[in-house]
């Protein structure tokens, strides 16, 4: 969620390419930010008046300013045309948000992840000298597909597969998924992006426009919005569900279990818990889930998908920094927030730099879900995709340990910020 207030067309090609990698690299390394958000936390002040915004006070401040620090700061991102993430409130805003609510109340994710993370794992190797998989390709890749595809009713097969008739072709929902991962991460990337990544994802913002609008009959009956509902409005609420969902909750997932395999301790206990439990009973253990539950969020605060927010700023106004001086802030400038360094300060977690799933948060359990945004603003699904993430890693528990699959080639590959491979095996 990356914007520069400059125009980045006027960057040279080396330039931008050298800015863009560096971004990358950077939001690879949640560790680095870490360190940078600490630091930056003792001057806050100071930080303030760059634009940056790192105690957990002040972050959680200008998130629940929406008119004074607006979400339009992700417009320039949005190649497959506006959406809620990027409105500010309105009528408008005010419809399609009442319209996704409406959708994700038909969603039982849990029942749909569980199912489908059994089947995969069913299909996967399992012994020492098997070969290795892709966690994301041949794992969440499905999982979260599966548990997300009813927001879309009786028509998910029609938008998955691009067709009328839909006939269950993995390939097809193969294509469809990888169109709205680019899409999704143009949101992340930004306009710092290389030309050939922002045409990348425009192309693939196309190609998911038109099988929306392809289908755009099938999605009118399937939500039950009368034929006077506008088409363009279906399109829109249709395509931007369609790309917000799925790969940040692919990627959180892959972020997860990287984090975990970083704390062998953890891992190994949560394993053993599993392994006490046993198949089946592993899948319906309340409190084992609970526990899986709270190591995820946990996981994902120390390798949040995004490590920084952005705002931007339409009238003057005054930054509250969180430190002895408030910052002021000019009209036509943007401020970014540092939420992974909030999700860290000391003055608003307990022990903050220890790994620490059952932390009691308090009246703070907001805070918690930083990850997911605050205030009006924080993600609609946040607890949709903790489930879904959830059940996910109850699987992976079940397997062997496992490790990441160095050896043939890396195991991780990146496609700009996000990561289109993790290649695992059974250590
Ligand atoms: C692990 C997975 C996910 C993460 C980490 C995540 C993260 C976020 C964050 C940080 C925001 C707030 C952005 C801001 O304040 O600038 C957000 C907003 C949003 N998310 Fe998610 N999200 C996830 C999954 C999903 C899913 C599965 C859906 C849909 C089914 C979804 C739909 C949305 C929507 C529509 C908004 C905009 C809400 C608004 O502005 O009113 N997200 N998400």
């Not at 207030?5 to 800015?19: F, H, N, V």
């Not at 957990?56 to 959406?83: C, M």
């Not at 290389?194 to 990348?200: A, G, I, K, N, P």
Request: charged share 20%; hydrophobic share 45%.
């Amino acid at each position: 969620m990356k914007r520069l207030a400059y125009k980045p067309d006027a960057l040279p090609p080396g330039a931008r390419r050298l800015l863009y990698g560096g971004y990358c690299w950077l939001n690879r390394h949640a560790a680095l930010l870490r360190t940078i958000g600490a630091l930056l936390r003792r001057w806050p002040s100071i930080a303030g008046r760059f634009g940056l915004v790192v105690r957990a006070r002040a972050v959680k401040s200008v998130l629940t300013r929406p008119r004074s620090f607006s979400n339009t700061s992700h417009a320039p991102n949005l190649v497959a045309g506006d959406y809620l993430i990027a409105m500010d409130p309105g009528p408008v805003y005010h419809d399609d948000r009442a319209l996704l609510d409406k959708r994700l109340k038909v969603l039982t994710v849990q029942v749909h992840a569980d199912c489908e993370a059994r089947q995969r794992l069913a299909g996967l190797p399992q012994s020492r000298n098997s070969v290795s998989f892709d966690l994301i390709d041949d794992y969440l890749m499905w999982i979260v597909h599966r548990a997300i595809e009813p927001v879309f009713g009786t028509a998910a097969g029609n938008v998955a597969e691009g067709s009328q008739v839909a006939v269950g072709d993995p390939g097809l929902q193969r294509q469809y998924l990888l169109e709205t991962r680019y899409v999704a991460g143009q949101l992340l990337a930004g306009s710092i992006s290389t030309l050939d990544v922002q045409r990348r994802a425009e192309a693939c913002a196309g190609a998911l426009r038109a099988r929306i609008k392809g289908v755009i009959g099938h999605i009118r009956s399937a939500w039950g919005l009368p034929p006077s509902y506008p088409s363009a409005d279906i399109e829109r609420n249709a395509v931007g569900l369609a790309w917000i969902a799925h790969a940040v909750t692919v990627q959180s997932g892959a972020l997860v279990v990287q984090e975990l395999l970083r704390h062998p301790e953890v891992y190994r206990a949560l394993r053993s818990k599993a392994a006490a439990i046993g198949a089946p009973n592993v899948w319906n253990h309340v409190d084992f889930r609970k526990s899986v539950h709270n190591h995820v969020l946990e996981l994902m605060r120390f390798r949040p998908i995004f490590p920084l927010l952005v705002r931007d700023v339409p009238r003057d106004t005054v930054l509250e920094t969180g430190g002895q001086k408030d910052a002021p802030c000019a009209g036509g400038k943007s401020v970014v927030m540092l939420s992974i360094a909030a999700l860290f300060d000391p003055a608003a977690v307990a022990d903050s730099r220890r790994f620490c799933p059952h932390r009691d948060w308090g009246t703070d359990e907001d805070l918690r879900w930083l990850m997911f945004g605050y205030g009006d603003r924080r993600c609609p699904a946040r607890k949709y995709a903790v489930d879904i993430l959830t059940s996910a890693l109850i699987g992976l528990l079940t397997l062997p340990e496992l490790r990441l699959a160095h050896g043939d080639g890396k195991a991780i590959k990146y496609t700009g910020p996000l990561m289109s491979r993790m290649r695992m095996r059974f250590a």
